[in-house]
C-alpha cells in the first residue's frame, strides 16, 4: 500500500489510531500490573463481567461473519450496520474488560489443570493478536466510513481474520478458565 494513496487528513488519522492504541495498550498493562488502587470490597455486579464478555465476543463473532456474507452479497448498508453494531460491542466489551481487571482479582489457569499448555498457547495468540487488531479495526473502519473502498478492501483482507480470530479465542479463553472462577 503506497503511502501515495493516502491523504493528509488520512495520516492525521492514522496519529490519532496510534495514540488510541498506545493508549490502550498502557492502560491494559496497568491494569495486569495492579499498581492503581481499588475499591474494597469489590462489588458483586463485577463478577458476571467475564461471562458477558463472552456473549459480547460470541456476539461479536456471529455479527463479523455475518458482515462478511452481506458484503459478499453485495449489501454494503447491511454490511455497514453489522460493523458498527459489532465495533460499539467491542468498545462495550473493553470498558466491561477494564471494569472487571481494575475491580477483581485475575484468574489463573491452575498449574498442573488438563489442556493448561493449550489454554496458554490460545491465550498468549489472543491477547497478541488483539493488541494488534485494535489499531488495524480503527483504520479499516476510518477508510470504510470515508468512502476509501479500495484502501478499506487492502486492510480488511488481514483485519477481518485477526478480529474473528480474537473473538472466537475469546470465547474459548472463557469457557477454559471458567471452571476456575472463585466467585
Known amino acids: 500500500m503506497s ?3 493516502y ?18 495498550f498502557a492502560a491494559v498493562l496497568l491494569l495486569n500490573r495492579k499498581v492503581l ?3 474494597e470490597p469489590t462489588p458483586d455486579f463485577v463478577y458476571i463481567l467475564p461471562a458477558i464478555n463472552a ?25 455497514k450496520r453489522l460493523n458498527i453494531t459489532t465495533f460499539v460491542l467491542s468498545a462495550l466489551f473493553f470498558i466491561c474488560y477494564i471494569t472487571y481487571h481494575y475491580m477483581a482479582d485475575e484468574t489463573r489457569f491452575p498449574v498442573g489443570a488438563p489442556y493448561r499448555s493449550f489454554y496458554l498457547t490460545i491465550l498468549a495468540s489472543h491477547i497478541v493478536l488483539a493488541a494488534l ?38 470465547v474459548i479463553v472463557y469457557l477454559m478458565l471458567s471452571p476456575y472462577y472463585n466467585h
Open 3 to 5: 503511502s501515495q494513496n
Open 55 to 79: 456473549i459480547i465476543n460470541a456476539t461479536c463473532t456471529i455479527l463479523l461473519l455475518l458482515s462478511y456474507y452481506f458484503i459478499r452479497q453485495k449489501n454494503v448498508t447491511m454490511h
Open 37 to 39: 488502587p481499588r475499591p
Open 133 to 170: 487488531v485494535l489499531p488495524m479495526i480503527l483504520i479499516s473502519f476510518y477508510l470504510g466510513l470515508t468512502q476509501k473502498v479500495a484502501l478499506h478492501k487492502k486492510w480488511v483482507r488481514f483485519t477481518f481474520p485477526i478480529w474473528l480470530y480474537v473473538t472466537v479465542t475469546g
Open 7 to 24: 491523504t493528509k487528513q488520512d495520516k492525521l488519522i492514522f496519529k490519532w489510531v496510534a495514540c488510541i492504541s498506545i493508549f490502550v
